[in-house]
């Protein structure tokens, strides 16, 4: 710094700061406890001789990371920052497993709506095919009856019958309409 105000390391390490002082860059004068609290930790020569292996462009980060370690060090003496980053490892894992919980939930709640809903539909399709059921019944008769009226001989062939719902029982018709709903479902 030359003449005028001494660095941080230089006011505590009570010697003269010359302009080439490799901590005048990061530590000014008016900010004394960031030097002290560094100094404290590693020791001003050790700083001194990492700061003089980095090149000038990373210094700055590396008095940052210093400053940072050295705080973090005199709250927890055992652990330093790696204490603090244990927790936030730990912290970060607790809130995964709550995260996967909740997902599971939801899981199990989409399920259950779907399946609520594919009862309602099955129950819908129930409904639909029994009116539908019997339209073809009525149409099957009304055929009938009108290959009756016009000379069919009343000899409306059983096996027609049978495929269209006439002659055969109502809940076969049901069955095989429930058993295509099923095969058809997008569900399934």
Sequence with gaps: MGSGT?????????????????????????????????HKVFGAS?????????????RG????SLVYEANARVRDPVYGCVGAISFLQNQVS?????????????????????????????DDADHSM???QQMVVDDAAAAEAFLMQNGGGGGFPQQLMSSYG???PASNVHIYAQDHLKRESLWT
Excluded: W, Y
Excluded at 61 to 64: F, K, L
Excluded at 95 to 117: F, G, K, P, T, W
């Design 61 to 64: 980060d590396a008095v940052s």
């Design 166 to 168: 006439g002659g055969a």
């Design 94 to 122: 607790q809130l995964q497993m709550q995260l996967a919980v909740a997902q599971a939930e939801i899981l199990c709640i989409q399920m259950q709506q779907r399946d609520a809903s594919q009862s309602q539909l099955n």
């Design 130 to 132: 029994g009116a539908m």
């Design 6 to 38: 001494p660095c941080a390391s230089c006011k505590l390490l009570r010697r003269r700061c010359t302009k080439d002082c490799i901590f005048a860059p990061f530590f000014p004068a008016d900010d004394p406890h960031k030097f002290a609290i560094v």
């Design 46 to 58: 050790n700083v001194s001789k990492m700061l003089l292996e980095l090149p000038v462009q990373q």
